[in-house]
């Protein structure tokens, strides 16, 4: 699958929502930094996690537990699927909104995400 990723410090930076339908179009218009927005191959294996994935390709996403407890890896899928395991620390409101913990899971589609969301406020929230 392909992973078109968004940093989610330039939705902020723009005042722009996760929600807008044409986010990655507004972010392919900036020339922005491979680091904040670009596309990868997931390898077709299935192993791994997207975290793992993106550090593999030199990428800098944050973390902290990699056990799906702090939220800090947590990316928004904006299109595609990335299915969840059960345990970890997510909501299901946040699930159904599309929040996902990029260090227990991997898209199985090709998907658009949104990474660094630990600083949406729903979902820092959850650490207070
Ligand atoms: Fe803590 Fe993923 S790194 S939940």
């Known amino acids: 699958p392909t992973v078109e990723y968004l940093n ?3 939705i902020e ?3 722009w929502s996760i929600d807008d339908e044409d986010l990655f179009e507004k972010a392919d ?3 922005l930094s491979r680091a904040d927005y670009g596309e990868f191959e997931l390898d077709a294996d299935g192993n791994g996690s997207l975290l793992e994935a993106a550090e593999e390709r030199g990428y800098a996403w944050p973390f902290a ?3 799906g407890a702090c939220t800090n890896c947590a990316v928004a899928v904006v299109e595609g699927e990335m299915p969840s395991p059960k345990s970890h620390i997510l909501p299901s409101d946040l699930l159904d909104r599309g929040i996902r913990l990029s260090c227990l899971t991997a898209p199985t589609t090709d998907v658009k995400i949104v990474y660094n969301v630990k600083h949406m406020p ?3 929230d959850l650490l207070l």
Do not use: K
Request: proline share 0%; charged share 35%; glycine share 14%.
């Open 13 to 15: 930076d723009h005042g």
């Open 65 to 67: 537990c990699r056990g």
């Open 122 to 124: 729903e979902v820092s």
């Open 29 to 31: 218009r900036l020339a």
């Open 8 to 10: 989610y410090e330039v």
